[in-house]
């Protein structure tokens, strides 16, 4: 009964990994989307302090996501179960590391720019492209604000400087591709791509004639269908020119 009442827990404890390394992936999107969001007003005039702060509040932010979650997907991977749990840790390690390859190439544009445009004198402002925007910043910010993950508490890393964190990210990436051997290619995406955009397909008997069908309003005020003149080679052409 002990034995039993162990495996049931190592697996409800397991289960609570996962949903937390499942918040902190959707956690981690939407960060680094405020982040780059955030990054295109770089050099604009509506670029400032408070922009420059706000940026590496984000990826400070950002930054503790990506390593508590790397350490606790790296633990539940070397754990070696097997089963569908094991390729949906597997798919979001694959997430992770896409994540971090479009994450640090947005760093990489921050920090040039910021070279390009700094903000250390006055003067420098004039510098400032005058792309005629405004305002965005903080509304990004707010929305950062009101981003939570599971383990913030007790993340206490010292965040790194820009280019360190760069080239930190370089080693972390290549050290995900060598010590875990989770192909790629290998990954499949579970969730319908454009579930929006999906609607009913028209009927394939149904012919251009009749799709281009329409009701004409006439001159005395009464409603007629094309007149379906012989010229008219697609039905009803001849009826909305006249």
């Known amino acids: 009964m002990n034995r039993w009442r162990q495996s049931v827990g190592e697996i409800q404890a397991r289960q609570r990994q996962v949903t937390e390394c499942e918040r902190a992936q959707v956690a981690l999107s939407k960060v680094t989307a405020c982040f780059q969001q955030m990054a295109s007003s770089l050099g604009s005039d509506s670029d400032g302090s408070s922009l420059r702060e706000e940026l590496a509040e984000t990826r400070a932010l950002a930054h503790k996501i990506c390593t508590g979650l790397h350490r606790r997907l790296l633990a539940l991977l070397a754990e070696g179960e097997q089963g569908q749990e094991r390729e949906h840790v597997e798919r979001m390690w694959v997430f992770l590391l896409t994540g ?95 579930v929006e955009d999906i609607k009913d397909e028209p009927d394939q008997d149904e012919t251009l004639e009749e799709m281009m069908q329409v009701e004409l309003v006439s001159q005395e005020g009464t409603t007629s269908n094309c007149c379906h003149h012989p010229r008219c080679k697609l039905g009803c052409i001849l009826c909305l020119l006249n």
């Open 100 to 194: 971090l390859e479009t994450f640090q190439k947005d760093l990489k544009k921050v920090g040039s720019l910021q070279e390009f445009f700094p903000l250390t004198q006055r003067k420098d402002r004039d510098t400032l492209v005058k792309t005629g925007t405004s305002g965005g910043a903080l509304e990004i910010a707010a929305r950062v604000a009101t981003i939570q993950t599971p383990w913030l508490a007790v993340e206490d890393d010292q965040i790194p400087d820009m280019k360190t964190q760069i080239s930190k990210m370089d080693s972390l990436m290549q050290e995900m591709l060598q010590r875990v051997n989770v192909p790629l290619w290998s990954v499949e995406a579970k969730q319908e791509a454009w």
